[in-house]
């Protein structure tokens, strides 16, 4: 978290995969010093589809994005599918991943989609901290910045790629 307070964030969402947590993980998270405003979040495996879905808990709001497109190499047609088997299944998807572990991948930036777009580093390691964010002119407050996402209400961020 130290490095993301000198790069300048406000906010982070951190989450790990379902099957990774432990029982004690959300009552270590809330006693982690920080300056940050942190969200704590998992990272659901959807099984009938073998998709990630990330979910990131406001103090009321929830936030489910649908994970990794571009890892998973799927057109726009599969993942606007998925989308909707998902969402057919009762777990409403509100944004879509425009980024793999950092990196921009244009082909889900796209109205076609009908989500808002976020941009992530899905930093598992230093060299993928602080590549990619997003900018939300919102309360400092976590519902507020859930909805401000969910109405498209932000903007994308990208590190240079020489780091910068």
Do not use: C
Request: overall charge negative; glycine content about 6%.
């Amino acid at each position: 978290m130290a490095a993301y307070e000198a790069l300048g964030y406000d906010f982070l969402a951190i989450t790990d995969h379902d099957d990774r947590v432990p029982p004690h993980y959300w009552r270590a998270l809330a006693t982690l010093p920080s300056r940050l405003l942190l969200f704590r979040g998992i990272e659901i495996d959807y099984t009938p589809l073998s998709q990630h879905v990330g979910r990131v808990y406001g103090d009321r709001e929830v936030l489910h994005v649908l994970n990794h497109p571009a890892r998973y190499s799927l057109t726009l047609d599969e993942a606007a599918r998925r989308v909707g088997v998902i969402t057919d299944a009762g777990l409403r998807i509100d944004a879509v991943e425009v980024t793999d572990t950092g990196h921009y991948r244009p082909l889900y930036d796209t109205d076609a989609l009908r989500l808002a777009r976020i941009a992530t580093d899905d930093s598992h390691r230093e060299a993928h901290w602080g590549r990619a964010w997003i900018e939300v002119e919102a309360r400092r407050d976590r519902d507020a910045i859930i909805r401000a996402i969910k109405a498209g209400d932000f903007r994308l961020g990208f590190a240079s790629r020489d780091g910068a």
